[in-house]
T-cell receptor, first 115, second 113 residues
Framework: DAGVIQSPRHEVTEMGQEVTLRCKPI?????LFWYRQTMMRGLELLIY????????DSGMPEDRFSAKMPNASFSTLKIQPSEPRDSAVYFC?????????????FGSGTRLTVV | AQSVSQHNHHVILSEAASLELGCNYS??????LFWYVQYPGQHLQLLLK??????LVKGIKGFEAEFIKSKFSFNLRKPSVQWSDTAEYFC???????????FGPGTRLSVLP
């Protein structure tokens, strides 16, 4: 089992550019979560999907952020245009039944730096 | 709304000292409780979890946690810490039939050699 795979591991971009983060969940997991981690705000849930359908996107900071899950094995988080305050580590996590005992499996994260 | 608080922002200990990290949550129903650990530069990994049964649960690397329902607490303990335990520790709560976690703000543990 390869775990949750995120790419890229690091991204440095200039303000105003579009950034796309990618996530491949564990096969068979039907929940996928996107989190943002910063020193100031800790772990924030941005959005989560169940069976490829967005269930709760109330954590998405603003219209510059969008997420898609076109199929069970792939999700993207896009920021357009990017701003320096978007600099953070973005984690993707997947699960079967989060409310049960399984918990989440996290990816290694994408460290985004917007200059 | 659910919330999770962790008592300490940063804990500094010497090797072999005992550790207890506090976690309290607010939620009226049945919950499942987790502790995650994040080593420097790495992603979150599951340390231990509680969902029913014995309120004292044992996890990896000698960690354990006790669920005290009356206090809405799920404190993490380790009798003797090692330098390699230096990491950030997150308590997380999810309703038993819920779909997403609420994470605490994290406690940074620094263990001095």
């Amino acid at each position: 089992d390869a775990g949750v795979i995120q790419s890229p591991r690091h991204e440095v971009t200039e303000m105003g550019q579009e950034v796309t983060l990618r996530c491949k969940p564990i096969s068979g997991h039907d929940y996928l979560f996107w989190y943002r981690q910063t020193m100031m705000r800790g772990l924030e849930l941005l959005i989560y999907f169940n069976n490829n359908v967005p269930i709760d996107d109330s954590g998405m900071p603003e219209d510059r952020f969008s997420a898609k899950m076109p199929n069970a094995s792939f999700s993207t988080l896009k920021i357009q245009p990017s701003e320096p305050r978007d600099s953070a580590v973005y984690f993707c996590a997947s699960s079967t039944r989060p409310g049960a005992s399984y918990g989440y499996t996290f990816g290694s994260g994408t460290r985004l730096t917007v200059v | 709304a659910q919330s999770v608080s962790q008592h300490n922002h940063h804990v500094i200990l010497s090797e072999a000292a005992s550790l207890e990290l506090g976690c309290n949550y607010s939620y009226g129903g049945t919950v499942n409780l987790f502790w995650y650990v994040q080593y420097p530069g790495q992603h979150l990994q599951l340390l231990l979890k509680y969902f029913s049964g014995d309120p004292l649960v044992k996890g990896i690397k000698g960690f354990e946690a006790e669920f005290i329902k009356s206090k809405f607490s799920f404190n993490l303990r380790k009798p003797s810490v090692q330098w390699s335990d230096t990491a950030e520790y997150f308590c997380a709560v999810i309703p038993s039939y819920g779909q997403n976690f609420v994470f605490g703000p994290g406690t940074r543990l620094s263990v001095l050699p």
